[in-house]
């Protein structure tokens, strides 16, 4: 039982290097999101995608780009990362966009970026 | 627009004493609600859930009841242990556009034996 896979689960970067991170889920689910975690900030969403085919930008989106994939794959890059990045990244999914479903994430991945 | 605000941390409690978090919202209309576990170096866990007023969600002896007159839903549990010892969020659903889910900043739970 997969659930929701993130890869990588480290890494680091210079400032105006460029990465994606990976995200699949294997529950059929809908809605895929992407958030950042902070010490004190709790969590902020930076994009989400409802359907496949369809992206939406959250609360933080600027320095980021998504794809959906299909409907399993939702992808983040960061195309010139600056140290402001450098935080925790979780991927999130759920059956439907929200009210009665809840999220299930994955186990996140630790960016660093220098 | 919707949003959650919870207790501040850390807490720090001996083994089977009594838990609670407090957390309250601001939403439009009826909005589901939940508790989050992250327990170190994992991403989060459903804890409970509520989706109408009066529910009362409950798992592993945590409950929480959505009171929509005081627009609350504050996580207790009887008698912690000290593997609850956690990062503990509430969150809700708003119906907003994609209907997205709003955090609190999170609550450090540490039970010493």
């Known amino acids: 039982n997969a659930g929701v896979t993130q890869t990588p689960k480290f890494q680091v970067l210079k400032t105006g290097q460029s990465m994606t991170l990976q995200c699949a889920q294997d529950?059929?689910?809908?809605?895929m999101y992407w958030y950042r975690q902070d010490p004190g900030m709790g969590l902020r969403l930076i994009y989400y995608?409802?359907?496949?085919?369809?992206?939406d930008k959250g609360e933080v989106p600027n320095g980021y780009n998504v794809s959906r994939l299909n409907k399993r794959e939702f992808s983040l890059r960061l195309e010139s990362a600056a140290p402001s990045q450098t935080s925790v990244y979780f991927c999130?999914?759920?059956?439907?966009?929200?009210?009665?479903?809840?999220?299930?994430f994955g186990n996140g991945t630790r960016l660093t970026v220098t | 627009g919707d949003s959650v605000t919870q207790m501040e941390g850390p807490v720090t409690l001996s083994e089977e004493a009594f838990l609670t978090i407090n957390c309250t919202y601001t939403a439009t209309g009826y909005p589901s609600l939940f508790w989050y576990v992250q327990y170190p170096g994992e991403g989060l866990q459903l804890l409970l859930k509520a989706t109408k007023a009066d529910d009362k969600g409950s798992n592993k002896g945590f409950e929480a009841t959505y009171r929509k007159e005081t627009t609350s839903f504050h996580l207790e549990k009887g008698s912690v242990q000290v593997s609850d010892s956690a990062v503990y969020f509430c969150?809700?659903?708003?119906?907003?556009?994609?209907?997205?889910?709003?955090f609190g900043t999170g609550t450090s739970l540490t039970v010493i034996p």
């Open positions: 969150a809700l659903t708003g119906r907003g556009a994609g209907n997205q889910f709003y």
């Open positions: 995608s409802a359907s496949e085919g369809t992206t």
């Open positions: 999130a999914s759920s059956a439907s966009g929200g009210l009665k479903f809840a999220l299930h």
């Open positions: 529950m059929n689910h809908n809605s």
